[in-house]
Nanobody, 114 residues
Framework: VQLVESGGGLVQPGGSLTLSCAASESPFRIYDMGWYRQAPGKQRELVAVITSVSMTNYADSVKGRFTISRDNAKNTVYLQMNSLKPEDTAVYYC?????????WGQGTQVLVSS
């Protein structure tokens, strides 16, 4: 199963972006879906995760600003990012837990800069 991401780009501080990640086919079941990010020179970190029943969890750094959601009928996960800060600049990767394997997207760049 391939994951195709979209929605990254350049945005000014305080702005908003919505990332999308869609599975290329419909697997039997997708468990958790989520987003990681990796900034230059830093380790990849978990941003947000959503379970198959839409329970969510967020990194402390994005709580109150980012919202993760999913459309199970479309096998798609979204990340609504508001009040963006320069420190949110990173490559964002989506993932899908297909047990026993995990699929990853190719990454989409988010640049927050004036």
């Amino acid at each position: 199963v391939q994951l195709v991401e979209s929605g990254g780009g350049l945005v000014q501080p305080g702005g908003s972006l919505t990332l999308s990640c869609a599975a290329s086919e419909s697997p039997f079941r997708i468990y958790d879906m989520g987003w990681y990010r990796q900034a230059p020179g830093k380790q990849r970190e978990l941003v947000a995760v959503i379970t198959s029943v839409s329970m969510t969890n967020y990194a402390d750094s994005v709580k109150g600003r980012f919202t993760i959601s999913r459309d199970n009928a479309k096998n798609t996960v979204y990340l609504q990012m508001n009040s963006l800060k320069p420190e949110d600049t990173a490559v964002y990767y989506c993932y899908a837990d297909l047990r026993p394997v995990v699929s990853w997207g190719q990454g989409t760049q988010v640049l927050v800069s004036s």
